[in-house]
């Protein structure tokens, strides 16, 4: 199963942060942007570039930059709003979909409550959520993406249990899984542990 884990120390380092329950919203917004950048480059590292020929100052050559194959990045609402600013600067042709999914809280449930989607065939497609808990919310979003013609999406996630990442693997083999942190288990109302507490309350305060 392809999961890919940040190994940065930077990565740590931004984690402990976030996961510090004294880290107010304004940090929290930072600190997600900054994890969520580096996450964003580790994601692209297999992007296709090509040749092109520059003049530097000094003298002519053959450098490589992005090809026009587009990239789409798709956030679940609405925690994965706030992971969607460094794919917009780093790449600021990405065409951007949204998927809104709230999970329930007594059954931890997702349920779906919108879609907007760009043409997904022949794209790179990443799907961006900051948890995954029990798999479910990015398992649907996966399924969604694929009925609109992605091929292979990646996931892109800041903190993952061993259940979310078994569940989208059971629902979607092969998914390539991007993750900042690796976490031990859920508890018994399917939050992460340690994790962070809820992602979306802690970003916007609520
Ligand atoms: C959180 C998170 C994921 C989901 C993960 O969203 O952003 O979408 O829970 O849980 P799962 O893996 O068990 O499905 P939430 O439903 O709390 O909505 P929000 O983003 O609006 O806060
Ligand atoms: N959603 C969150 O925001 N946090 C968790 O730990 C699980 C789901």
Avoid: W
Avoid at 4 to 15: D, E, G, K, R
Avoid at 113 to 121: H, Q, R
Avoid at 148 to 155: R, Y
Wanted: hydrophobic share 40%.
């Amino acid at each position: 199963m392809p999961l890919h884990i940040l190994s940065h120390p930077l990565a740590a380092h931004i984690i402990t942060h976030l996961r510090d329950q004294t880290t107010k919203p304004a940090t929290f917004r930072t600190l997600a942007y900054q994890i969520s950048l580096l996450l964003a480059i580790e994601a692209t590292s297999e992007i296709e570039t090509e040749e092109k020929q520059i003049d530097t100052p000094l003298e002519r050559i053959t450098g490589r930059v992005l090809n026009h194959q587009p990239l789409v990045v798709v956030p679940i609402l609405r925690a994965g709003l706030g992971m969607l600013q460094p794919f917009t600067d780093l790449f600021p042709d990405v065409s951007v979909g949204y998927i809104g999914l709230e999970r329930d809280h007594e059954t931890a449930k997702a349920r779906s409550y919108y879609c907007k989607l760009p043409p997904l065939a022949g794209r790179h497609v990443f799907a961006v959520d900051p948890m995954l808990a029990t798999g479910g919310s990015a398992a649907q979003a996966l399924t969604v993406l694929k009925e609109n013609g992605a091929v292979h999406p990646a996931l892109v996630c800041i903190v993952s249990s061993p259940e979310g990442v078994a569940e989208v693997e059971r629902q979607h083999p092969g998914t390539v899984i991007h993750t900042a942190a690796h976490d031990r288990a859920l508890n018994a109302k399917k939050y992460i542990l340690p994790g962070l507490g809820d992602f979306g309350d802690r970003l916007y305060g609520t």
